[in-house]
């Protein structure tokens, strides 16, 4: 990878593109790739380079200490106190290399971070607030609360191509609240409230899980994430009350919803 | 004189054949050998415990341990393996090299030495035992509040968790009295001439590994105690709904944090004298290796809130602690590219011990590697609590460490104080000029 294509890159993370078109997902993807390559190719140089020293300088029987490059080299002597060798110069150069290309990886995330840890602005200014859910983790459950106070669960219903706040927080033990697909995690603490955003690009079924041992339903406590057409997610959202829950909002409109996901779902998956 | 020393033991302790002698021995060089059988046995628990969890994962809903059975194996595989193992390891080696590489004739407190061996035997003992009792923690190696205080662990397993939590306090009590006793003798018992800084590597990394010890473990201590509070008081320490989990946290990687050094410190001495021995040649950058050691030690105290990214801290406290983190690991670069160029004109015999503090190198730039992308917060908010943090972890912390420190049993103890390992040779003979050769073949 160039230079080029780095700053290409950077360019996309520090926000040069507009609206939706940048999620957190997205900023992951970028940095994880460029930290692949570059991680890659740094293990390649540095591996490589040890093992042709090793096989080079192996004592094979043949080198004779009075060579010229054997001369300035220290070899331990019986009776002196620990030195070291010459080298120290090569061993800083290598060094600072190191420090840069490490320190600037990090400068460079840091915005990453920085997006990833705000509000997203720039969709507020087009009109499109972002959705406000309150999520509580409860052995081994998710529970969801909209605007209007409605509860959902285990099942979370959320429109595409919105930006969703979540306010994070537990009802008994710690736990982590993560979808995978959308690179959105958050510890849900008891006592404390954490945030997280993130957009749902395609509708579909998704998954929510615990990513916090947090007893032996732990592995079980996972739930769906149903991203849905906006207008779709509007009708669904019309339908649910001030303090309704998925229980008590009458059956057949939890039923009707699912349907509603379900066939919003399968086309989608086919014009895919 | 250490020849004399050495018979005055000889004396008043029964030979290496009886039992008695191994149950009453003080000598540094017996509790290093008990202490390296005792974390072997340790290991072979905790990998038994590893087969266990691999064994349910077989398949899908696996129903052979069932829930808290498995959550309770992996529980214990990682303390058997991070307090049990790996460090008492290190500190058998630690015990049979220190007092030599200064020259030193025993530790300063041999009885307390032989006390903090029997404590730790114990404490690993109930920590065992725990599992017949009801059931032993089973919240993770981390034990996260408020999960393991009583109210979310059925009421029949209490007497386990309890037993547990002992088990921790023994084993904080031992390795105590372990470092306070290292300390002494680094400081009082070296050599005449011998300066700190002149020290053999694996014994300025033993150094620098119970100065970390020492603190980190009183965190670590102050944590457990509180949550006997909570088991056999009632408080309500870390049950409280504001902040008694993240108190539990904070203390927890206090020590936590440190403890990945505490860990991996001893590995680092090992490889420095394994790659200085076999490649007959000088560390590169021996004072700068020094320092970046002790840097690391001291740093290692200021980066544990790296663990706590998601817990809402907030923006100003997250970069300091991204800053420091990245901070502590560029004196490691500056470690491996040492023990690197120490390879270059050398002269390098590929024998056993040399083979594996080789590999160890190798996954240790793998785990370093990987580090860096967990550096990076928002990379880090994604990977918690996946694989890629236990492998990176149980990569550089664990094989890392145990494979560089089979390089040194490698090299047969057993026959220190006749022919010292060859590492030994070139770097202490101070006190009379011992007979041996750094190209000795082994």
Redesign the interface.
Same mark, same amino acid.
């Given at each position: 990878m160039g230079p080029g294509g780095i700053s290409t890159e950077i360019a996309y993370v520090l926000g040069q593109t507009s609206g939706l078109s940048k999620t957190p997902a997205d900023?992951?993807e970028t940095?994880?790739l460029v930290?692949l390559i570059l991680?890659t190719l740094?293990?390649i140089v540095?591996?490589g380079?040890?093992l042709t020293?090793?096989y080079r300088?192996?004592?094979d029987g043949k080198?004779d200490d009075k060579s010229e490059?054997?001369k300035k080299?220290?070899?331990?002597? $019986?009776?002196?106190?620990?030195?070291?060798?010459?080298?120290?110069k090569? $061993?800083?150069v290598?060094?600072g290399i190191?420090?840069v290309i490490? $320190?600037s990886?990090?400068v460079w995330?840091?915005s990453? $971070?920085?997006f990833?840890?705000d509000t997203p602005p720039e969709v507020e200014a087009e009109g499109e607030e972002p959705l406000e859910i309150d999520v509580v983790g409860k052995q081994f459950n998710w529970e969801y609360t909209y605007p209007n106070n409605h509860t959902e669960e285990p099942t979370l219903y959320i429109p595409a191509d919105r930006p969703i706040r979540l306010e994070v927080t537990s009802a008994?033990?710690?736990h982590?609240y993560?979808i995978?697909e959308f690179?959105v995690?958050?510890?849900a603490?008891?006592?404390?409230?954490?945030?997280a955003w993130f957009v749902a690009e395609e509708t579909g079924t998704y998954e929510a899980v615990c990513?916090?041992?947090?007893?032996?339903?732990?592995s079980a406590m996972r739930g769906d994430v149903v991203v849905m057409e906006q207008e779709k997610f509007q009708d669904w959202y019309a339908n649910t009350t001030d303090g309704s829950t998925s229980g008590s909002v009458s059956s057949d409109v939890t039923a009707d919803t699912d349907a509603n996901a379900d066939a919003e779902t399968a086309p989608t998956e086919g014009e895919a | 004189m250490t020849e004399h020393a050495d018979h005055d033991h000889e004396h008043h302790l029964p030979p290496k054949s009886s039992v008695k002698r191994w149950l009453v021995t003080t000598n540094h060089k017996d509790i290093g050998a008990l202490y390296i059988i005792t974390s072997l046995f340790f290991l072979i628990a905790g990998g038994i415990l590893a087969m266990m969890i691999r064994t349910q994962l077989w398949t899908p809903g696996g129903s052979i341990l069932g829930g808290q059975g498995y959550n309770q194996a992996v529980t214990s595989h990682g303390l058997l393996m991070v307090f049990w193992f790996i460090s008492p390891f290190a500190f058998g080696l630690a015990n049979y090299l220190v007092p030599l590489q200064i020259g030193a004739d025993d530790l300063a407190f041999p009885r307390l030495n032989a006390m903090s061996y029997w404590v730790y035997l114990f404490s690993g003992l109930l920590f065992l035992a725990s599992f017949f009792l009801g059931s032993s923690l089973a919240g993770g190696w981390t034990i996260y509040q408020p999960l393991n205080v009583p109210a979310y662990i059925p009421e029949v397993n209490q007497v386990g968790s309890l037993a547990t939590i002992f088990a921790l306090m023994l084993f904080v009590a031992s390795v105590t009295m372990g470092s306070v006793n290292f300390l002494t003798t680094f400081y009082r018992m070296r050599a005449e001439g011998l300066r700190v800084r002149d020290m053999p590597l694996f014994s300025v990394s033993i150094l620098l590994t119970v100065w970390m010890m020492l603190f980190a473990f009183a965190a670590l201590l102050a944590a457990v105690i509180l949550l006997s509070f909570d088991h056999l008081l009632g408080s309500v320490w870390f049950s409280t709904a504001e902040g008694g989990s993240l108190l539990w946290a904070h203390l927890f990687w206090f020590f936590g944090h440190p403890e990945v050094y505490i860990v991996f410190f001893p590995a680092l001495g090992v490889m420095a004298e394994v790659f200085q021995t076999f490649s007959g040649k000088r560390i590169v950058g021996r004072k700068w290796f020094v320092i970046a050691m002790a840097l690391v030690a001291i740093q290692s105290f200021v980066v544990w809130m790296h663990h706590m990214f998601l817990t809402a801290i907030n923006l100003p406290i997250k970069t300091i602690f991204m800053a420091t983190t990245i901070g502590i690991s560029l004196p490691f670069d500056l470690m491996v590219f040492a023990l690197i160029y120490t390879l270059v004109k050398g002269k390098i015999r590929f024998k056993t011990p040399f083979l594996f503090s080789f590999g160890a190198l190798l996954l240790f730039i793998l785990g370093g590697i990987t580090g860096v992308f967990l550096g990076a917060v928002v990379l880090d908010y994604q990977f918690r609590g996946t694989y890629w943090v236990a492998t990176s972890r149980c990569f550089s912390s664990g094989s890392t460490s145990f494979i560089s420190r089979c390089s040194s049993s490698g090299r047969r103890p057993g026959a220190c104080s006749t022919t010292p390992p060859s590492s030994r040779c070139g770097t202490a003979s101070r006190r009379s000029a011992r007979s041996c050769s750094p190209r000795r073949s082994w």
């Open positions: 900023v992951f940095v994880y930290f991680g740094v293990g540095v591996i380079y040890t020293k090793a300088y192996r004592d080198r490059s054997d080299v220290v070899r331990p002597v $019986l009776g002196h106190l620990p030195a070291g060798s010459g080298g120290g090569k $061993l800083f290598s060094f190191s420090a490490v $320190l990886l990090i995330t840091y990453a $971070l920085l990833v840890d008994d033990v710690w982590n993560g995978n690179r995690k958050s510890d603490i008891p006592g404390q409230t954490t945030t990513y916090e041992l947090c007893g032996s339903g732990h | -």
